[in-house]
């Protein structure tokens, strides 16, 4: 039941280095191929990395920017990240067998609305096969894109490391439906 995975799946950002068949990787991206998107341009393109070399250099180029960004950190934000122990540090870059970089095509109409809607689909894809991710957004997206010599029209969303727990995660609270919701009128 969709309910179930959904309120199962929480962000993970400790993994497990033991291997899984990328097979199962392969089948969320299956389920991903079947979300809608703007006039049906399917602007979405997901890349599997798992080799080392390659999930170290994404994790220097990442982190060098990181370092950057955490130093300008004001309000909420950097409250939010101290409070979630959140730092510059990627280490689930390197300790996840393996990375879904996704990419959008930004000469299509609606691409980002429409990569966003399959990587949703995607996540619960990953909770069925018994697999966890964080949904991470690098400040660097440009410069991690050329590590994998993405084309130029290929905008980086996310960088999604798969692997298994290393940890029981705590769910986080959700809003009560009654404060995302209404009928009629606000
Ligand atoms: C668009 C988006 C961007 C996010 N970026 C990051 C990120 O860069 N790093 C990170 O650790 N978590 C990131 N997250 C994960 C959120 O912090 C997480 O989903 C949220 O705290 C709710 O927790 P849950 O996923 O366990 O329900 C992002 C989530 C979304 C949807």
Do not use: C
């Amino acid at each position: 039941m969709i309910i179930e995975l959904a309120k199962r799946r929480r962000t993970v950002r400790e993994f497990r280095r033991d291997n899984f068949p990328v097979e199962k990787i392969v089948k969320a991206i299956e389920v991903a191929r079947e979300a809608p998107s703007g006039i049906n341009k399917q602007p979405w393109f997901f890349l599997i990395v798992g080799d080392g070399e390659r999930k170290k250099e994404i994790r220097e180029v990442a982190e060098r920017y990181e370092k950057i960004s955490f130093q300008r950190l004001r309000g909420e934000l950097k409250e939010w990240l101290e409070k979630n122990s959140i730092t510059w540090e990627k280490k689930f870059l390197e300790d996840a067998p393996y990375l879904v970089m996704v990419f959008s095509d930004a000469r299509a109409p609606y691409s980002k609305e429409s990569t966003w809607i399959a990587v949703g689909y995607f996540l619960l894809a990953l909770e069925e096969e018994g697999l966890s991710t964080v949904t991470y957004t690098p400040p660097s997206h440009r410069e991690i894109a050329k590590v994998v010599n993405a084309p130029k029209h290929y905008r980086l969303e996310v960088i999604m490391p798969v692997g298994y727990s290393k940890k029981e995660t705590e769910k986080k609270e959700r809003k009560k439906l009654n404060d995302i919701m209404a009928f009629e009128h606000f």
